[in-house]
T-cell receptor
Framework: NAGVTQTPKFRILKIGQSMTLQCTQD?????MYWYRQDPGMGLKLIYY???????DKGEVPNGYNVSRSTTEDFPLRLELAAPSQTSVYFC?????????????????FGEGSRLTVL | GDSVTQMEGPVTLSEEAFLTINCTYT??????LFWYVQYPGEGLQLLLK?????DKGSNKGFEATYRKETTSFHLEKGSVQVSDSAVYFC???????????FGTGTKLQVIP
């Protein structure tokens, strides 16, 4: 199984440029997330989605946008890139059973996308 | 709001030494608790979890016990190996919410 796949793995942007980080999962998970990881800061939640057509802000959403048109895909859009967005970005997914009303708790992560804004 | 506090790293140990990485949390209700591990150049992967008080999660020789009275979930291993060198994250998921809150991570380096 491919699991969670992110592209690109590395990217250098100039200030003001825009780009989209792609994320796709093949596990039929209903929940998907975007985190950023900064040195010594742990992971901060940017946006998350509980299903196709539904997205919500996390802790640090400013400067980013997301969409969830399908269960599989959850792209993260950076508009007008800034040096403060230099980070490693992780996409993750998880499954929640409607019958149980809660999920297993386990997040499945992609390998990360290292973005540098100069 | 929910938060997770981990001991600062890096932690450097000799092979076969005993490992403890402290983790305490603040959350409403009864959270589920997790330890994730990140090997160099990779994403995070679940190491172990506990969903209610006094539960013990275990995997690959690592253990952690959910202590509600001390709001802690310390990670332990009796004898570490060089291959255990990684960054370890404590995390929680509170109530019915799907958001997971992570600690800042603790880097472990095991030397032969």
């Amino acid at each position: 199984n491919a699991g969670v796949t992110q592209t690109p793995k590395f990217r250098i942007l100039k200030i003001g440029q825009s780009m989209t980080l792609q994320c796709t999962q093949d596990m039929n998970h209903n929940y998907m997330y975007w985190y950023r990881q900064d040195p010594g800061m742990g992971l901060k939640l940017i946006y998350y989605s509980v299903g196709a057509g539904i997205t919500d802000k996390g802790e640090v959403p400013n400067g980013y946008n997301v969409s969830r048109s399908t269960t599989e895909d959850f792209p993260l859009r950076l508009e007008l890139a800034a040096p403060s967005q230099t980070s490693v970005y992780f996409c993750a997914s998880s499954y929640s059973s409607p019958r149980q009303g809660r999920n297993t708790g386990e997040l499945f992560f992609g390998e990360g996308s290292r973005l540098t804004v100069l | 709001g929910d938060s997770v506090t981990q001991m600062e790293g890096p932690v450097t140990l000799s092979e076969e030494a005993f490992l403890t990485i402290n983790c305490t949390y603040t959350a409403t209700g009864y959270p589920s608790l997790f330890w994730y591990v990140q090997y160099p150049g990779e994403g995070l992967q679940l190491l172990l979890k506990a969903t209610k008080a006094d539960d013990k999660g275990s995997n690959k020789g690592f253990e952690a016990t959910y202590r509600k009275e001390t709001t802690s979930f310390h990670l332990e291993k009796g004898s570490v190996q060089v291959s255990d060198s990684a960054v370890y994250f404590c995390a929680l998921r509170a109530g019915g919410y799907q958001k997971v809150t992570f600690g800042t991570g603790t880097k472990l380096q095991v030397i032969p």
